[in-house]
């Protein structure tokens, strides 16, 4: 059965129509791209299924829920995280208290707990900081811990917001462009750090890339979305060689 | 030397007024990017209900002969008019500025001033125009230190207050609310996704800011005994003055700006004739943030965008 199931999803905002008939069926553990230029729809996509936005018609479930009409706090208890295009970090905050805030969930004390400091609350944050700290390590910036997120590499940034969503425990982590703004050789580390976390986590990954190399390199299979509609599926190989994705998105662009 | 001393231990008194009350103002602004302008009225509407916890305590002891001594109805009628006022607060996010969470920023100002009123006004209309006493609950006890005049009241208020601001920075700081609180002031979109409810944030801050309004409201009253449904028109405007000097949304800069206010005008009425205290202070404080637009601990992301 599949992980995350999306069936003819559709959305107009106003007039416009971002989406429509949007199909997806990620199996758990498989790693999907999502691309298409610039405005295609894909960034909504996510908004629609993590429930930032409700979808105007279609059906969406997730291991069985249905995911219709849930705020996107609910979604993530169900096991969906997310990174975004444009770094939603919080500037001021450091690295280890992003991640221990995203455990918000996982950290069972109560207002009582929180307002006298109760043991309870010691033992849930001693336990929550050692996670926080195993996925600072997964995702290579231990050394920051304590440093503000706004001092920091945009590619560290990058890898916080990743450690940030894991920490939620998600089924299915939606990636929005995770190597936007990035060098060379942050990239490679990026590949190295996905494949890691999708071996140690078992997560499914949703991943929406405009560098072919990233994608074609880890994904099992590629959506192509262009003006909010899937023209093609596919395997890498498939997809690259695909004439309508060639005329479509990627012009008279070399496909590496 | 020793008046000057003497002047301190004023200014520490009415800085902790203005800094409870600003906290409020701060925290509110922090997280939903709009002042709360009925929180000076909600500092009256916690007064009034620490009126009648303490009434009723002092009713229940007499009826029932209990031996309680004043100071400990006293910290029961803290605890409970705070935990009492923080429902007020709540109530106030969920049927004022909940709606109102998308409209413009002008819509949620007037909410706070219309809530405001209507709080003003239906004390007014409940209990009438007279003026209430807060019953004492403690006497008074004047004692000297090196040529200071130090009374057991303004030792408690200036305690009390400090204690409740610092259990607040360990809150925000250390505990999950807090940290999720602090993540709201960056963004309303990332947080969700990490199985926050805004939904719940939103009046827990409300909440914890009306609670420190209504503490204000009781020390306030221990000294200066007099409630009426006006008391807190004058001192909310005046702690939303050191909310925005401290900084807008910044917790450490409105308390501080709080004790400073409190410093500014007591400093101004020992140099100046007593009628001439707001004058002074608040051409002091115009001309700071002449220098210091964004107040002392204002940051250039409290005026990011948000969605």
């Known amino acids: ?256 | 030397m020793q008046l000057f001393l003497q002047n301190i231990v004023n200014a520490m008194q009415w800085g902790s007024f203005y800094a409870l009350i600003a906290l409020g103002y701060s925290m509110v602004y922090s997280i939903l990017m709009l002042f709360n302008f009925a929180h000076g009225d909600i500092f009256m509407v916690g007064s009034y209900i620490g009126f009648g916890v303490a009434t009723a305590l002092l009713g229940l002891t007499a009826a029932f002969n209990l031996p309680l001594p004043g100071w400990i109805i006293l910290v029961m009628t803290i605890i409970l008019a705070m935990f009492l006022t923080s429902f007020v607060g709540m109530f106030i996010e969920r049927v004022g500025y909940r709606p109102l969470r998308d409209a413009p920023r002008a819509s949620a100002a007037i909410t706070g001033l219309m809530i405001g009123i209507i709080l003003e006004t239906g004390n007014l209309a409940l209990l009438g125009a007279e003026r209430l006493s807060f019953p004492a609950l403690i006497d008074t006890v004047t004692f000297q230190v090196g040529g200071i005049y130090l009374t057991n009241k303004k030792i408690l208020i200036v305690v009390v207050s400090l204690a409740l601001m610092s259990a607040l920075h360990l809150f925000i700081q250390k505990s999950k609310y807090g940290m999720a609180m602090r993540a709201m002031s960056y963004d309303f979109q990332a947080v969700p996704l990490m199985g926050i409810s805004i939904n719940k944030i939103a009046p827990l801050t409300f909440a914890i800011g009306s609670g420190l309004a209504a503490a204000a409201g009781i020390l306030y009253s221990l000294a200066y005994p007099v409630l009426d449904p006006y008391m807190g028109v004058l001192l909310g405007w005046k702690a939303f003055v050191a909310a925005i000097l401290g900084g807008r949304g910044s917790i450490l800069g409105a308390a501080l700006a709080g004790f400073l206010l409190g410093f500014i005008e007591i400093f101004s009425v020992w140099i100046f004739p007593s009628t001439f205290r707001d004058v002074i202070a608040y051409s002091v404080i115009l001309l700071i943030l002449a220098f210091r637009p964004h107040g002392f601990f204002g940051q250039a992301h409290s005026t990011q965008l948000r969605l």
């Open chain 1, 1 to 256: 059965m599949a992980l995350l199931r999306v069936d003819n999803m559709t959305h107009f905002f106003g007039g416009l129509r971002a989406v429509h008939n949007y199909n997806l069926v990620l199996e758990p553990g498989h790693i999907v791209g999502l691309i298409g230029p610039n405005g295609a729809g894909k960034t909504t996509v996510f908004n629609l299924i993590t429930g930032i936005h409700t979808p105007t018609s279609g059906n969406i479930e997730l291991s069985g829920h249905n995911l219709i009409g849930r705020r996107p706090h609910e979604t993530a208890a169900l096991g969906l995280g997310r990174t975004f295009q444009n770094l939603l970090l919080w500037r001021h905050m450091n690295v280890l208290e992003h991640v221990k805030t995203a455990c918000y969930s996982q950290l069972e004390y109560g207002l009582f707990g929180a307002f006298f400091g109760t043991p309870k609350r010691h033992r849930e944050e001693k336990r929550i900081t050692a996670k926080a700290l195993h996925l600072l390590e997964t995702f290579e910036v231990s050394e920051f811990r304590d440093r503000l997120v706004t001092n920091l590499p945009y590619g560290v940034q990058r890898r916080v917001e990743m450690a940030r969503a894991m920490a939620t425990n998600p089924k299915v982590l939606f990636l929005d462009e995770p190597t936007a703004g990035m060098t060379p050789d942050e990239l490679n580390r990026m590949i190295a750090i996905i494949r890691d976390i999708h071996k140690q986590f078992e997560v499914a990954i949703l991943l929406i890339e405009h560098r072919l190399k990233f994608v074609m390199e880890l994904c099992e299979r590629i959506q192509t979305l262009v003006f909010g509609e899937i023209i093609a599926e596919g395997a890498p190989e498939e997809i690259r060689n695909n004439p309508q994705v060639i005329e479509a998105y990627l012009g008279r662009e070399d496909v590496t």
